[in-house]
């Protein structure tokens, strides 16, 4: 069932085109994400679906009666507000029941209008939406509710604006970039409440593992065409590799023919035949597809950065806390060179606070911190860099530095490292207001970087770049010669970048000595436990009895998931293992990705299922 259609939708900003007949429908259980590089018109798309902004030319048309809600970016909210009261400032149809219902109520005569009313607020589930909606803003760390929208963090509204869009029940939902300002914990539980509701979903996201786990459609937007890829973000990456590869081999053979046509050219007859003429005319078109290359760049860089000594950082028993909230406290540690750290934890945990201690912008409560002589920070923040108007890009960046040594007495200008981080020359000398957000956090990324730091502390570098940007800073980092400490919610990332991880945990940091992912696997397999109580208690075999808590039927699920989930890992495993081994056809690899697709699929859903048992039968 088709829920809309978007039909041939073009839109510019003066000379610069985003959107040129772009067409594709969205159909009913359908969750797409939208693949493209920033600056591309993503959000600018999603706006006019939404019908927060117009198309020059095209339409979108909608099948009658659906509900759709929009989580933008920067959500636009009233500032005045309680938490509270966005919820209900909101024009959700439940709200309205709500109202009808409270509006009969102050009739008590009218029988049938209170009738009425009573069984639309059953059809509506009106009776629960108090605790459904307290339950969600609990979820996203949003309490107290009676607090101003205007006292709340860019991240506590964004995830505001996430639980008004959650609570339409929507039957079309779009998000840009909804994963921003959540922490790991929260993004795991968005992944699970999308695959579990039943509607239809058009996503933007950076967040690879997100694209993964959420989309059984990608669509990319690339120069300017559409590609559609009926599969999640694995299929698209394996079909969008195979589609460039023929069109390198296309390319190839248009050079060919436009060498061969050339030569033609040069010694054509002077009595032109209605023959001879079609083929000039065709000459032009073969010309331009041999010049269409792809604007893709590859960083490369082997920079010359002052070399560590062997004094880094070392943390000295350090404690931070706040009034009311104790981060954590006894933490020692000495970075070594070339260490690669990820620091994750929930929101307010103290991720933040850590980089500001270690790069001395804030001081502890308690210990010290001792930084090597040799040492040199790069601080990416959060809050980013205050952009001039009237600057262009290339001068912003030039208040920072002029060029990076490179090995072999070699340099990069600061015009090279904006065009290796996707900036070409004529963007250079567009104006920083004109640089949509994503850009800006790219120009930041290149004034962090320009500087030729050798310890490298980045918060959330990941927010608000597309893919594409993504790679490239991936690579960067894996070429980067020193210290790396980065704070990310982005998991893909993490697990390509960090050796280990500090887990900041309960007002304790822990180092774990592993990637996010092999994080995950080891509290899949050692969930915590809750502490027993300190009073003795009398003995009862009932209740000592190993997984009493559970039923029969639930002991026997609990077994069976068990050796289920142990055999789903071993077809996991062998399954990776073919693709790098085998030599398959390209339907081959389709038809092995929608099968490593679908026992990824399994996985979750049963090692899920058997987190809620084994909880049960532990507490």
């Not at 959000?43 to 979108?60: C, E, F, N, P, W």
């Amino acid at each position: 069932m088709n829920l809309a259609t978007v039909e041939y939708i073009a839109k510019s900003f003066g000379e610069r085109v985003l959107l040129q007949d772009i067409s594709f429908g969205i159909n009913a259980g359908q969750k797409i994400g939208l693949v493209a590089g920033n600056g591309s018109g993503k959000t600018t798309l999603l706006r006019i679906i939404a019908g927060l902004d117009q198309a020059d030319k095209g339409q979108v048309v909608f099948r009658k009666g659906i509900t759709m809600a929009l989580l933008e970016q920067e959500p636009d909210l009233d500032q005045d507000l309680t938490i509270e009261q966005t919820i209900f400032a909101d024009d959700k149809p439940v709200l309205k029941v709500i109202e009808d219902y409270q509006s009969a109520l102050s009739d008590p005569d009218d029988i049938e209008a209170l009738e009425k009313a009573t069984d639309a607020m059953e059809a509506a589930q009106g009776w629960d939406f108090e605790t459904r909606y307290k339950q969600l803003l609990s979820r996203l760390m949003l309490d107290p509710i009676d607090q101003k929208v205007k006292n709340l963090s860019g991240g506590q509204k964004k995830r505001l604006a996430l639980a008004n869009a959650l609570l339409r029940d929507p039957d079309l939902l779009l998000m840009d970039e909804p994963t921003n300002h959540l922490d790991l914990e929260m993004i795991e539980w968005l992944e699970e409440w999308l695959n579990r509701e039943k509607l239809s979903l058009l996503l933007i996201t950076h967040d690879r593992y997100f694209l993964d786990r959420v989309c059984n459609e990608i669509i990319e937007l690339d120069q300017g065409k559409l590609y559609t890829y009926k599969g999640n973000y694995s299929y698209f990456l394996e079909k969008r590799e195979a589609r460039i590869q023929q069109e390198k081999v296309e390319l190839g053979k248009a050079r060919q023919l436009y060498k061969k046509e050339l030569e033609w050219m040069r010694r054509q007859p002077k009595a032109r035949t209605t023959k001879s003429k079609s083929r000039i005319d065709e000459f032009s078109n073969i010309k331009e597809r041999s010049r269409n290359r792809r604007k893709e760049h590859v960083v490369q860089l082997e920079i010359n950065m002052e070399r560590l000594g062997t004094k880094v950082v070392e943390l000295h028993n350090i404690s931070k806390s706040y009034p009311e909230n104790e981060l954590f406290s006894g933490f020692s540690y000495n970075f070594l060179q070339d260490e690669r750290v990820g620091i994750i934890g929930k929101n307010g945990s103290g991720k933040t606070s850590l980089l500001r201690l270690i790069t001395g912008s804030d001081k502890p409560d308690s210990g010290k911190v001792v930084v090597g002589e040799t040492v040199k920070f790069g601080h990416y923040s959060q809050a980013g860099i205050e952009l001039k108007p009237g600057m262009k890009v290339i001068d912003q960046i030039r208040e920072f530095g002029d060029y990076i040594p490179l090995k072999k007495g070699k340099q990069i200008s600061a015009s090279q490292l904006l065009e290796r981080f996707l900036f070409d020359r004529k963007q250079q000398y567009d104006y920083v207001e004109k640089l949509s957000g994503g850009e800006k956090k790219r120009l930041y990324l290149c004034t962090v970087l320009i500087g030729n730091p050798n310890f490298l502390i980045l918060d959330e570098p990941t927010n608000d770049l597309d893919i594409v940007t993504l790679n490239v800073l991936e690579n960067f980092l894996l070429d980067f010669p020193g210290c790396v400490l980065v704070v990310s919610h982005d998991r893909y990332f993490m697990d390509k970048i960090v050796d280990h991880l500090f887990v900041l945990d309960g007002r304790e940091i822990k180092d774990f000595p592993g990637n996010y992912s092999d994080l995950r696997e080891y509290r899949l397999l050692n969930p915590p436990k809750k502490e027993s109580s300190k009073q003795p208690q009398k003995s009862n075999w009932k209740e000592n009895k190993e997984g009493a808590s559970l039923s029969y039927q639930e002991q026997k699920e609990h077994r069976k998931l068990e050796k289920e989930i142990a055999k789903l890992e071993l077809e996991k495993e062998k399954l990776e293992g073919l693709f790098a081994t085998e030599n398959w056809s390209g339907d081959e690899i389709d038809k092995q990705s929608r099968k490593l697709a679908d026992i990824i699929q399994q996985l979750d859903e049963k090692t899920e299922r058997w987190m809620e048992l084994e909880e049960k039968r532990e507490s």
